[in-house]
T-cell receptor, first 110, second 114 residues
Framework: DQQVKQNSPSLSVQEGRISILNCDYTNSMFDYFLWYKKYPAEGPTFLISISSIKDKNEDGRFTVFLNKSAKHLSLHIVPSQPGDSAVYFCAASESDKIIFGKGTRLHILP | ETGVTQTPRHLVMGMTNKKSLKCEQHLGHNAMYWYKQSAKKPLELMFVYNFKEQTENNSVPSRFSPECPNSSHLFLHLHTLQPEDSALYLC?????????????FGSGTRLTVV
């Protein structure tokens, strides 16, 4: 059973608009959430994270929102740029273990 | 380069072969991990080493054998693999404790078993 779910396998967004990637989780013991970005033929790279005691964390064009009651988090990218085209993995951690979602492929359209 | 180096980048092996994957990090991290990425599946954690000691074996078949000779190097020894073992194998490292910055991943080894 998947503890971290990314239900949209792909997403297309016009350049300059907002990209919103969603993630749901089932384990209420997760205490940290992370987003990773992966280009083809490369390993995932860390993008942004949020502690379970917060509901928002912002870093430049990237903002992660956490809704604990809904067990839902989202990544907002504003404005979207061509280099943002990649696969985005949502991940959740409990102690020192991280569980990943399947990923969402984001296409930024010109 | 992310600081975690994996070799080889690509590997094709027969089901009767023995090969090894190598991972190296000089980030001063004290935990290292092997992950498997299959198509259309979440990243699967295989093994965890903390301070060179294996702390987790996630029900991985014995045809995969990890080795961690020191905190900077991690190997995955492969023997008598099956075609379904074909996947991207990712190594990662982290500093033990809250993963505020998550893991640092290598670029992976693309393994094809024929």
């Amino acid at each position: 059973d998947q503890q971290v779910k990314q239900n949209s396998p792909s997403l297309s967004v016009q350049e300059g608009r907002i990209s919103i990637l969603n993630c749901d989780y089932t384990n209420s013991m997760f205490d940290y959430f992370l987003w990773y970005k992966k280009y083809p033929a490369e390993g995932p790279t860390f993008l942004i994270s949020i502690s379970s005691i917060k509901d928002k964390n912002e870093d430049g064009r990237f903002t992660v929102f956490l809704n604990k009651s809904a067990k839902h988090l989202s990544l907002h990218i504003v404005p979207s740029q061509p280099g943002d085209s990649a696969v985005y993995f949502c991940a959740a951690s409990e102690s020192d273990k991280i569980i990943f979602g399947k990923g969402t492929r984001l296409h930024i359209l010109p | 380069e992310t600081g975690v180096t994996q070799t080889p980048r690509h590997l094709v092996m027969g089901m009767t072969n023995k090969k090894s994957l190598k991972c190296e990090q000089h980030l001063g991290h004290n935990a290292m991990y092997w992950y498997k990425q299959s198509a259309k599946k979440p990243l699967e954690l295989m093994f965890v080493y903390n301070f060179k000691e294996q702390t987790e074996n996630n029900s991985v078949p014995s045809r995969f054998s990890p080795e961690c000779p020191n905190s900077s190097h991690l190997f995955l020894h492969l023997h008598t693999l099956q075609p379904e073992d074909s996947a991207l194998y990712l190594c990662a490292s982290s500093q033990e404790g809250p993963p505020y910055y998550g893991y640092t991943f290598g670029s992976g080894t693309r393994l094809t078993v024929v």
